[in-house]
């Protein structure tokens, strides 16, 4: 699902009903950030109303948040010392580079998006 406007909570829950459709038949946990328009009652009521779990990651943390990372490695991929004429060159190189994950990019990236975070549950202090 893409957007070239805003995101709000209106296309959220668009996201959530579109998720829905597809009829899986195993529990669904959406990881969200911490954006007003994310935790609103609206998104709140559609996504328990479909049976979609909500979770949210804790304030201020980009690093636990992987797709500030794929964002990261898409804008030194695609914006860094480049220029494009318009829009639609602009949305190409960024959708070319997407549709690359599971390629040319795929190395790179499950090193970049690894789930190995530190942990300080067992930490003494």
């Known amino acids: 699902m893409t957007n070239e406007t805003y995101i709000n909570a209106e296309s959220v829950c668009a996201l959530l009903h579109k998720i829905a459709a597809l009829g899986l038949q195993i529990p669904i946990t959406i990881i969200l950030d911490n954006t007003r328009y994310q935790r609103c009652a609206r ?5 328990t109303a479909l049976q979609i779990e909500l979770l ?3 304030p201020y943390s980009p690093n636990l948040n992987l797709i500030e990372r794929v964002w990261r490695f898409v804008k030194k991929q695609c914006l860094y010392a480049k220029y494009y004429e318009d829009f639609a060159q602009f949305k190409h190189a960024i ?3 997407l549709s690359e994950t599971g390629g040319v ?3 790179e ?3 970049l998006c690894s789930l190995k975070f530190q942990s300080f549950k067992n930490l003494i202090l």
């Not at 998104?43 to 996504?47: F, G, S």
């Open 105 to 107: 990019h795929k190395e």
């Open 109 to 111: 990236l499950a090193t």
């Open 95 to 97: 959708e070319t580079c």
């Open 56 to 58: 949210f990651l804790p």
């Open 43 to 47: 998104v709140i009521a559609v996504a």
